[in-house]
C-alpha cells in the first residue's frame, strides 16, 4: 500500500508560478508511473502531466506542455510539478496518482491506469 500526500497548492496571480510535490510513503514508489491531475468544481477530472517510473518519459495535456514540468526524485520518494505562467482557468483541485501497474507509457494519461491517489491540493489562480 502507498500513500501519497500532496502540498505545494495556494492562492496566486496570474502568471505567477507554483511547484506541488508529491509524497510518497513506499520505497517501491520508485517503480511506479506517476500522474498528477486535477478537477475544477462542476468539472470532469482531467489529465496534467505523468512521468516514468525513472523520469525520463514524460507526457503532458496539450494545453501544460510548455508551461508545466513533471520531474521525479526516486531518492527522496517524490514527484513535483512545476507549474508557470499560470492562468485562472488553471484554478483547480490537483491530485497525484501512482501506478503499480505501468511504469511508462502513454496509458499513464488515462486516469483508470492507476491505483493509488493523493487527497489533492488546491490552486487558485486570481486575475
Known amino acids: 500500500q502507498v500513500q501519497l500526500v500532496e502540498s505545494g497548492g495556494g492562492l496566486v496571480q496570474a502568471g505567477g508560478s507554483l511547484r506541488l510535490s508529491c509524497a510518497a510513503s513506499s520505497g517501491t514508489f520508485s517503480s511506479y508511473g506517476v500522474g498528477w491531475f486535477r478537477q475544477a468544481p462542476g468539472k470532469e477530472r482531467e489529465f496534467v502531466a505523468a512521468?516514468?517510473?525513472?523520469?525520463?518519459?514524460?507526457y503532458y495535456a496539450d494545453s501544460m506542455k510548455g508551461r508545466f514540468t513533471i520531474s521525479k526524485d526516486n531518492a527522496k520518494n517524490t514527484v513535483y510539478l512545476q507549474m508557470n505562467t499560470l492562468k485562472p482557468e488553471d484554478t483547480a483541485s490537483y491530485y497525484c496518482a501512482a501506478s503499480s501497474r505501468l511504469s511508462f507509457g502513454v496509458r499513464l494519461t488515462r486516469d483508470k491506469t492507476y491505483d493509488y491517489w493523493g487527497q489533492g491540493t488546491q490552486v487558485t489562480v486570481s486575475s
Open positions: 512521468t516514468s517510473w525513472n523520469g525520463e518519459r514524460t
